[in-house]
């Protein structure tokens, strides 16, 4: 299976240049991909056009031959950096998942999380305890692409292993597809089949 991102161009309405121009890409769910690229070149801008994050834009995402839908649960699911600026800060930890799906024991147990901490409101957690449950939230047995944008940024080395390992373990076994958006050339020259240089493939 493919995501495809077809001919995409986008300019932010307040902006005045074109982020991205013409950009073709495509991610095969056999796969680990890396996307690299300078600080403020679009990378995340990207992302949120490949996950249907973007409600217009030039161009097409296709899984296949098919275009990605535009409403009801996206098979393509974007992890961001920043877990706690995308979860609703008045709803406890157990709210915010059921809104996903009914995550299994097993994945509970696999990713770390503790019972107790599904009665916390997000600011009651770390930031590597939240981006747990931003990755399960994201591992729906609906979602076809994970999209991880600098998801481990902000972790220490232990927690960033632990995290890296569950995510590809589960992506490898479900053939679920992985796009890996980092600054840190060591890691995706570790964990990635292939690596797309933006820049290459940015026709701005
Ligand atoms: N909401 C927005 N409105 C206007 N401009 C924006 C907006 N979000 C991002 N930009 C601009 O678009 C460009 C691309 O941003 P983007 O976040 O996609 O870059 P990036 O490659 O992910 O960078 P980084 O590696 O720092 O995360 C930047 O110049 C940024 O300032
Ligand atoms: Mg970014």
């Known amino acids: 299976m493919n995501l495809i991102g077809k001919n995409i161009s986008y300019k932010y309405p307040s902006g005045k240049e074109y982020i991205l121009k ?10 680990i991909t890396g996307l690299v690229g300078d600080s403020g070149s679009g990378k995340s801008t990207l992302c949120k056009i490949l996950s249907n ?29 920043h877990p706690e600026k995308v979860m609703n800060p008045k709803w406890k930890m157990k709210k915010i998942l059921d809104e996903s799906w009914q995550v299994s024991e097993e994945l509970f147990k696999e990713f770390g999380i503790q019972k107790s901490w599904l ?24 979602t076809k692409f994970v999209i991880a ?14 995290i890296w390992k569950k995510v590809i373990e589960y992506c490898r076994k479900n053939s679920v597809g992985l796009l890996v958006v ?10 990635c089949d292939e690596v797309i240089y933006l820049n290459e493939i940015n026709k701005k």
């Open 22 to 31: 013409d950009v073709n890409i495509e991610i095969d769910s056999e796969k």
């Open 182 to 191: 980092s600054h840190d050339k060591k890691l995706v020259d570790e964990i």
């Open 119 to 142: 009665n916390r409101y997000p600011s009651e957690l770390s930031g590597g305890e939240l981006q747990r449950f931003s990755v399960l939230r994201a591992l729906n047995p609906k």
């Open 53 to 81: 994050y973007m409600a217009k834009y030039d161009g097409e995402v296709f899984i296949d031959s098919e275009k990605l839908p535009k409403s009801g649960f996206c098979p393509v699911q974007l992890i961001y950096q």
């Open 149 to 162: 944008d600098e998801m481990t940024t902000m972790l220490d080395a232990v927690t960033q292993v632990q």
